[in-house]
C-alpha cells in the first residue's frame, strides 16, 4: 500500500512520513484546527454566496416557482442518498485508502452510479411532473439531475485530500466552483427571471467542480479489482441503509409537503428549510472533512485518544447546536422580515421550529460520525428507521385533520425519536461518554423551551 507524504515539516521543510498521521498528537491536533478554520471559512462563504443567491432570485420569482425548483432539488438529493454505499467514507476509513488499484475501482463505481442517476431521473421525470400537475417540471428535472453524472466523473483526489485533512484543496475547489454557478445563476435571472437560474447555476457549479478536481495531482482511470470492490459494497450496505432512511426521514418531507399543501406554502417552507439548514450543512462539513478522517485513524491506532477527541468535539457541537437554537428561535422571524418580501413573511415562524430542529441534527453529528468511525454504521439506519416510524403517521395526521403548523411541529421533534436508537448505541460502545451524550441532549431540549418562552414573552 502506498502512504502518501504531504504535510511539510516545518524545521527542514521536507516531508514527514505518513502524513497527516506522522505529526505527533499535539501537532495533528493543531493542524486539525487550521483545517477546521480553513473548511469552516470556506464553507461560510459558500453559503453566503448561496445565501444572497437564493434570496435574489426568490425575489425575482412567485413564491410558487421557487417551492417547484425545490421540489426538482430535493429528488435529485433524494437519488444521491437513495445509492449512497459510502465510497467516499470508505476510501476516508480503510486501510487500503492510499491504494491507486482500490482508489481507480471506487472511482469508476462512482462513474457508473453517477451515470445511473441521470438515467434514473430521465424515467421517473413524467410522472413526478404529472403528480405535481406541471410539465415544466420534466426539462427542469433531466438538465438539473445532470450534476450528478457530472460530479460523479470528478478526480478521486477529493477523497484522497480529505483522508489526509487536506482542506485548502478542497475548499479552493468548493469556492471556486461555487463562485462560477453564483455568477451564472445571477446572470441567468438578470436576463430571464425564471427558477432556471438556480439549475443553470448548479449545473455550472457542478461542472466547474468536476473539471477543476482532475488539478488537484491525482489522475484516476477506470479500472476494477474484484477485492476492492467487495470491500467497498460490504461497507456500503449499512451506510447505504442509513442513508435511504436518512433520506426518507429527513427529507422526503418536502415531497410529501408537495403533494398535500398548496404552492405558497411549499414555497414558505422550501425558504424557511434552506436558510435553517445553512448551519446545519456548514458544521456536518467540518465534522465530515476533519473530525471524521481524524477520529477514523484514531479508532485504528489509539482508541483511548479517539474517545477524548470525540468528547471535545461534543462540547463543541453543544456550543454550536445553543448559538443555531438561540438565533433560529429568537431572530428567525425578524430575518426574514428584514431580508425578504413581505410574500415570505410566513417562513419566520417555519424558520423558528426548523431552525431548532437543525440544533438537534448539529449535537448528534460528532455521535454519528464517531458510531461511523468505530464501524458502528447499523444504529444510524436504525434511528433513522425509529424516526420515520413517528414522522410518517404524524405528517399523515396533522396535515389530513390539523394544519400545516401542526406538520411542522411533528418535523421538528420527530429527531428525538431516532435518537432514542443512538443513545443505546453510545451506552454500549461509547460507555465513557453516554453521561456527556445524554446531559447535553436535555441540556438542549430545555434550552429550546425557555427560548420559546422567552420569544413569547417579547412579542
Not at 465534522?287 to 468535539?313: I, K, N, T, Y
Request: hydrophobic share 55%; charged share 15%.
Amino acid at each position: 500500500m502506498t502512504t502518501l507524504q504531504h504535510e511539510p515539516n516545518r524545521q527542514a521543510g521536507t516531508l514527514r512520513p505518513g502524513g497527516f498521521f506522522g505529526w505527533t498528537p499535539g501537532e495533528r491536533m493543531r493542524l486539525a484546527m487550521k483545517a477546521s478554520a480553513v473548511s469552516a471559512g470556506g464553507f461560510a462563504l459558500m453559503q453566503v454566496l448561496r445565501f444572497v443567491q437564493n434570496l435574489y432570485v426568490a425575489d425575482q420569482i412567485s413564491v410558487s416557482a421557487y417551492g417547484q425548483v425545490g421540489l426538482v432539488m430535493l429528488v435529485i438529493s433524494g437519488l444521491m442518498l437513495l445509492s449512497d454505499i459510502g465510497i467516499a467514507t470508505n476510501v476516508v476509513q480503510s486501510r487500503r485508502g492510499d491504494d491507486p488499484v482500490f482508489l481507480n475501482t471506487a472511482y469508476s463505481m462512482n462513474v457508473v452510479r453517477g451515470g445511473a442517476l441521470w438515467l434514473i431521473a430521465a424515467i421517473i421525470a413524467f410522472p413526478f411532473a404529472a403528480s405535481n400537475h406541471n410539465p415544466d417540471l420534466v426539462g427542469m428535472l433531466v438538465i438539473a439531475a445532470s450534476t450528478t453524472c457530472i460530479r460523479g466523473l470528478s478526480s478521486s483526489a477529493l477523497w484522497t485530500a480529505t483522508r489526509h485533512v487536506q482542506m485548502h484543496k478542497i475548499t479552493a475547489l468548493n469556492v471556486g466552483s461555487e463562485v462560477i454557478g453564483f455568477i451564472v445563476a445571477l446572470v441567468w435571472v438578470w436576463q430571464s427571471p425564471t427558477a432556471w437560474a438556480l439549475i443553470g447555476g448548479s449545473v455550472a457549479a457542478a461542472s466547474a467542480f468536476a473539471i477543476g478536481s482532475f488539478f488537484m495531482g491525482q489522475r484516476p482511470k477506470l479500472e476494477w479489482e474484484s477485492a476492492a470492490a467487495r470491500e467497498l459494497i460490504s461497507f456500503g450496505v449499512w451506510l447505504f441503509l442509513s442513508t435511504a432512511t436518512y433520506f426518507a426521514a429527513s427529507q422526503a418531507e418536502r415531497l410529501l409537503l408537495g403533494w398535500t399543501v398548496t404552492k405558497d406554502e411549499l414555497g414558505w417552507f422550501t425558504m424557511a428549510f434552506m436558510l435553517a439548514s445553512a448551519p446545519t450543512r456548514a458544521i456536518q462539513q467540518l465534522f465530515e472533512q476533519v473530525f471524521f478522517p481524524l477520529v477514523s485513524r484514531l479508532c485504528r491506532d489509539d482508541p483511548a485518544r479517539a474517545m477524548l477527541q470525540f468528547r471535545r468535539v461534543k462540547l463543541i457541537a453543544f456550543g454550536l447546536a445553543c448559538g443555531a437554537a438561540i438565533v433560529c428561535i429568537l431572530g428567525g422571524p425578524f430575518a426574514v422580515e428584514k431580508l425578504l418580501d413581505d410574500k415570505y413573511k410566513p417562513s419566520g415562524w417555519m424558520l423558528q421550529l426548523l431552525g431548532f430542529r437543525a440544533a438537534l441534527d448539529i449535537l448528534m453529528g460528532p455521535t454519528v460520525n464517531m458510531l461511523f468511525a468505530s464501524g458502528q454504521s447499523k444504529f444510524a439506519a436504525t434511528g433513522n428507521v425509529m424516526r420515520l416510524a413517528v414522522l410518517a403517521p404524524g405528517l399523515w395526521i396533522t396535515l389530513r385533520y390539523f394544519s400545516l403548523r401542526e406538520a411542522v411541529w411533528v418535523l421538528t421533534l420527530a429527531p428525538l425519536a431516532g435518537y432514542a436508537a443512538t443513545l443505546h448505541a453510545v451506552r454500549r460502545h461509547l460507555r465513557a461518554a453516554f453521561t456527556l451524550e445524554w446531559v447535553t441532549m436535555i441540556a438542549l431540549i430545555f434550552l429550546g423551551g425557555a427560548l420559546g418562552l422567552m420569544y413569547k414573552w417579547m412579542t
